[in-house]
Nanobody, 120 residues
Framework: QLVESGGGLVQAGGSLRLPCAAP????????VGWFPQAPGKEREGVSC????????SYADSVKGRFTVSSDKANNTVYLQMNSLKPEDTAIYYC???????????????WGLGTQVTVSS
């Protein structure tokens, strides 16, 4: 199971960095995605990083504001979130798969999530 942290309350325009740690296995073999779930909405993928070549992908809603990166030495993937907006408010989950895709159900080893709240 992955472990997310780093959430909190931030004003619009602010920044947060969310770590996703993987105790017990190496993230280097997997793709890791980030999936916010806002109240009353389905979980959606906003970013993913490949464990094979480090390639990244982003949803249009976060492109240019969020950056995903991998620290293999610490076996942690990070989501740097800048220029946060109130609509970014959600519980943010990370999960793994063999490769990045748009299929949320493919991902596994979901963490418990970390709450991000952006005030206007």
């Amino acid at each position: 199971q992955l472990v997310e942290s780093g959430g909190g309350l931030v004003q619009a325009g602010g920044s947060l960095r969310l770590p996703c740690a993987a105790p017990g296995f190496s993230l280097g073999y997997y793709a890791v995605g980030w999936f916010p779930q806002a109240p009353g909405k389905e979980r959606e993928g906003v970013s993913c990083i490949s464990g094979i070549d480090g390639s990244t992908s982003y949803a249009d809603s976060v492109k240019g504001r969020f950056t995903v990166s991998s620290d293999k030495a610490n076996n942690t993937v990070y989501l740097q979130m800048n220029s946060l907006k109130p609509e970014d408010t959600a519980i943010y989950y990370c999960a793994r798969d063999s490769y990045c895709s748009d299929s949320v159900p493919r991902f596994e080893s979901w963490g418990l999530g970390t709450q991000v709240t952006v005030s206007s």
